[in-house]
């Protein structure tokens, strides 16, 4: 079994550890490495052109996860999880915009001196690059593209929102409660998706001190850690790699045969996930939608190559997905809050796969994604896998 030795071991390749990465790099003296189970699909068209992602669902790109059966739904729900190196922000369509400011105040009221909103900016502003027309923001190494300006739709949807009283907010202020003009995680110069790619064996005493594992040939390796091993593998991988190690719930690991390390409950508990349903609207003739290309329509589809590869504009030169808002929730205790939650929540969006089959309905629609951003739901991961 052959080994290697760094300074930290960041378990997990997703945009947030090439981030940590690329910090901590900033002392020339500690050695860091990344160890991501994915490849580095950095010449992969599809992962590189903005429009292309929804052909990188059930690809070799993602983890193929999906939830456990849904007794309501008699069927499992698809969770994709990016399995490159960008992580889920490799195969996503990549929104980028920051926490509510209450939220994190809130940290800081609870005890956590330091942990204000206004640290928090500082650090974050570190982490990307935003371009708006001549503004560049931000001096992080993910780079970050405003899609402006706004077109029939996004304009619509936002002069739709601020009629009813949710006035358009900056997407990286911290004040939510609006509609929002998205960054996506695009590079400004190539027109291409930015996840900052450029940028545990455990011991008696319950400390990691590495991470064993299997290359593509089928050899064990370990990556010994001189000072810290970061596990920062996503929401499900997460949990997966801490049991497999043998930290979890004692009760689930002896069932599966693992000896336990350190009996922790709480591993792979209180999962909130955003699932989303989707809305589907109709709409007049003379709207322009992106129905033809997601249909896969030849003559469609030759026009988006053709501006993309001419002018790196078009359907494919974004994730088509540029606004949204961030909204309280409706007053379920009362009838008409059940009404109007159960209406968003009414699925009539297709499938993810729809469009790498161009299976879509020929009267133009647009759709709407709605999600629970904050579920209240107990729900948990327990992932294990070999």
Not at 71 to 96: E, M, T, V, Y
Not at 242 to 259: H, K, R
Not at 305 to 318: F, V
């Amino acid at each position: 079994m052959s080994s290697v030795t760094y300074d930290v071991v960041i378990i997990g390749g997703g945009t947030a550890d090439l981030v940590l990465a690329n910090r901590l790099t900033e002392d020339p003296e500690l050695q860091v490495v990344v160890h991501e189970s994915g490849e580095d699909r950095g010449a992969d068209p599809n992962t590189l052109t903005p429009g292309a992602w929804p052909l990188l669902s059930n690809s070799p790109a993602d983890w193929t996860f999906h939830t456990a059966p849904q007794n309501d739904l008699g069927r499992h729900i698809k969770i994709p999880q990016g399995r490159a190196l960008g992580g889920s922000n490799a195969i996503n369509n990549f929104l980028f915009t920051s926490t509510s400011r209450a939220d994190v105040e809130e940290w800081k009221n609870l005890g956590n001196k330091g942990w204000g909103y206004d640290a928090f900016e500082q650090a974050l502003k570190r982490s990307f690059t935003l371009h708006k027309r001549s503004v560049v923001k931000g001096n992080g190494p993910l780079q970050l593209t405003l899609a402006e300006p706004e077109g029939l739709r996004e304009k619509a949807w936002i002069d739709g929102l601020e009629s009813v009283g949710f006035p358009k907010q900056d997407a990286l202020s911290g004040r939510l409660g609006g509609p929002i003009m998205a960054p996506e995680s695009i590079n400004l110069k190539t027109k291409q998706r930015s996840y900052a790619a450029n940028a545990p064996s455990t011991s008696e005493d319950a400390i990691a001190r590495g991470v064993q594992f299997n290359s593509k040939g089928g050899d064990s390796q370990i990556i010994n850690a001189r000072k810290e091993v970061i596990i920062s593998a996503g929401a499900i991988n997460s949990p997966r790699i801490l049991e497999l190690s043998g930290i979890g719930g004692a009760d689930l690991l002896e069932d599966l045969g693992i000896d336990v390390v350190v009996d922790n409950p709480h591993v792979g508990e209180n999962l909130q996930n955003h699932l989303f349903t989707g809305l589907v609207f109709e709409v007049r003739d003379e709207v322009d939608t992106i129905d033809a290309f997601f249909r896969q329509e030849p003559d469609a589809v030759a026009v988006a190559m053709q501006d993309y590869g001419s002018k790196g504009t078009g359907p494919l030169s974004t994730s088509n997905m540029v606004t949204m808002a961030q909204l309280p929730l409706p007053e379920f205790h009362t009838e008409d809050g059940r009404k109007e939650l159960d209406q968003l929540l009414n699925i009539t969006g297709p499938d993810l796969d729809a469009p790498r089959h161009g299976d879509l309905r020929r009267s133009p629609g647009l759709r709407g994604l709605t999600n629970r951003v904050r579920p209240y739901d107990e729900n948990y991961d327990h992932p294990i896998l070999s």
